[in-house]
């Protein structure tokens, strides 16, 4: 099971950190990716963290901004978000996927390769 939480009202330009917490299973084992999606819109992935080598990903629009991280010991993985933008709005889920280094490189942004879905956290940027 993965719990996603974190997530808060927060003004442009400003920071948040989410956090993806697993329990029954250790988070390690698999690569965790952020998702986030907008009443209307498709889901997307944001960011993306290997299990084997600590290899990170991150969506074009979220590059400079946010920074995915994880720590095993507390089986937890974070995305730390600064200098939101109103476009960030959106439902935040964290997955678990089995792929491998290799093709989690090309496949990390599509949600059809998780295994484990957490529950979404909401993120608002407003003025």
């Known amino acids: 099971q993965l719990q996603a939480s974190g997530g808060g009202l927060v003004h442009p330009g400003g920071s948040l950190r989410l956090s993806c917490a697993a329990s029954?299973?250790?988070?390690?084992?698999?690569?965790i990716g952020w998702f986030r999606q907008a009443p209307g819109k498709e889901r997307e992935g944001v960011s993306c963290?290997?299990?084997?080598?600590?290899?990170?990903y991150y969506a074009d629009s979220v590059k400079g901004r946010f920074t995915i991280s994880r720590d095993n010991a507390k089986n937890t993985v974070y995305l730390q978000m600064n200098n939101l933008e109103p476009e960030d709005t959106a439902a935040y889920y964290c997955?678990?996927?089995?792929?491998?280094?290799?093709?989690?490189?090309?496949?990390?942004?599509?949600?059809?390769?998780?295994?484990?879905w957490g529950q979404g956290t909401q993120v608002t940027v407003s003025s």
């Open positions: 997955a678990a996927s089995g792929l491998g280094p290799g093709l989690l490189s090309i496949l990390w942004m599509s949600y059809h390769n998780y295994d484990f």
């Open positions: 029954g299973f250790t988070l390690d084992d698999y690569a």
């Open positions: 963290i290997s299990s084997s080598d600590g290899s990170t």
